[in-house]
């Protein structure tokens, strides 16, 4: 829910907006590192955290969730890593042989198909038959 849907259900004119807190003398950084602190720790209904993270947050973050995961059910980390698996078997993250000799992954197959080795072996195989 947001606060659009709030307003949509119950009216503008019926919601009422309270400051959580007032500051005198900050600068703009320091405001949104505040309000950051404020919708992670507290019941929000902001979806946007003003404040973008860091790489190296966000990849602390997700090894500490990963070893949460791990803890509160090992059983869910190896289904995790099945489903993983899976998808990329499902989309063909794999190799390719192409038809020219060369092999691509499934992620490059248009970068190859564009590529000048590929277009000159391709118009040699065509040229032999």
């Given at each position: 829910m947001?606060?659009?849907?709030?307003?949509?259900?119950?009216?503008?004119?019926?919601?009422?907006i309270?400051?959580?807190?007032?500051?005198?003398?900050?600068?703009?950084?320091?405001?949104?590192?505040?309000?950051?602190e404020?919708?992670?720790?507290?019941?929000?209904?902001?979806?946007?955290?003003?404040?973008?993270?860091?790489?190296?947050?966000?990849?602390?973050?997700?090894?500490?969730?990963?070893?949460n995961?791990?803890?509160a059910?090992?059983?869910?980390?190896?289904?995790?890593c099945?489903?993983?698996?899976q998808?990329?078997?499902?989309?063909?993250?794999?190799?390719?042989?192409?038809?020219?000799g060369?092999?691509?992954?499934?992620?490059?197959?248009?970068?190859?198909?564009q590529?000048?080795?590929?277009?000159?072996?391709?118009?040699k195989?065509?040229?032999?038959?």
């Open positions: 947001t606060i659009f849907d709030l307003f949509e259900k119950y009216g503008l004119q019926n919601c009422k309270n400051p959580v807190e007032v500051f005198d003398d900050i600068t703009f950084e320091e405001l949104r590192t505040k309000e950051s404020y919708i992670l720790n507290n019941p929000c209904i902001n979806k946007q955290n003003p404040k973008p993270i860091t790489p190296q947050e966000y990849k602390n973050r997700k090894k500490e969730y990963y070893r995961v791990i803890k059910d090992p059983e869910k980390l190896k289904k995790l099945v489903k993983a698996k998808w990329i078997e499902k989309n063909g993250q794999g190799v390719f042989q192409c038809e020219c060369d092999t691509y992954t499934y992620k490059h197959k248009a970068r190859h198909y590529s000048i080795r590929h277009k000159t072996k391709m118009e195989i065509n040229q032999t038959i």
